[in-house]
Nanobody, 116 residues
Framework: QVQLVESGGGLVQPGGSLRLSCAASGFTFSSYAMRWYRQAPGKERELVASITSAGGSTGYVDSVKGRFTISRDNAKNTVYLQMNSLKPEDTAVYYC?????????WGQGTQVTVSS
């Protein structure tokens, strides 16, 4: 069955870095655009970063541009989110998402907490 499993979250101090991973299985990963979303307590889920199926194009929400980098390894069926210069406002549950036409898959999320 389809699975998206996020990992790499945790507690980090402001200014620190984390690398999130999302391992995919059960579908043709290389055919899907991938996205990272986040949801902070009391807020709506927000699209953070996206990458096309072949990895040739990426996009970011303004608040993370220059700090976060999305990448993918289609040979490993994995998408990554490198997060640098983390701020307390980056605290949220981060979810990976795979989407192609009407197919829309979500992981269970990984908690990222930025605090001193």
């Amino acid at each position: 069955q389809v699975q998206l499993v996020e990992s790499g979250g945790g507690l980090v101090q402001p200014g620190g870095s984390l690398r999130l991973s999302c391992a995919a299985s059960g579908f043709t990963f290389s055919s899907y655009a991938m996205r990272w979303y986040r949801q902070a307590p009391g807020k709506e889920r927000e699209l953070v970063a996206s990458i096309t199926s072949a990895g040739g194009s990426t996009g970011y929400v303004d608040s993370v541009k220059g700090r976060f980098t999305i990448s993918r390894d289609n040979a490993k069926n994995t998408v990554y989110l490198q997060m640098n210069s983390l701020k307390p406002e980056d605290t949220a549950v981060y979810y990976c998402n795979a989407r192609r036409y009407s197919y829309d898959y979500w992981g269970q999320g990984t908690q990222v907490t930025v605090s001193s």
